[in-house]
């Protein structure tokens, strides 16, 4: 028969590699939901920049209109 201290040993070192298991798991996630914000906050910054263009575009256009209405 094991001796219980052998048994406990044993467990202690199981719950060790449990709890490593699970830091490793939980750094992992974090990183993916990190990695996931960067580029959602990258993609929202992108369409942002390309809807001032748009409107820049878009106002320059309507000050070129009026100005040639006001040439006539």
């Known amino acids: 028969m094991v001796k219980l201290s052998k048994q406990l040993a044993d467990l202690s070192v199981r719950a060790k590699h449990a ?5 490793a798991a939980e750094k992992e996630t974090h990183d993916k939901v990190m990695a996931r914000r960067e580029k959602a906050r990258a993609v929202a910054t992108a369409a942002v920049e390309k809807m001032d263009r ?5 106002g320059d256009s309507v000050k070129t209109g009026v100005e040639a209405a006001a040439n006539k």
């Not at 709890?19 to 830091?23: G, K």
């Not at 748009?54 to 878009?58: F, G």
């Open 19 to 23: 709890e490593d298991a699970l830091a």
């Open 54 to 58: 748009n409107l820049k575009t878009a």
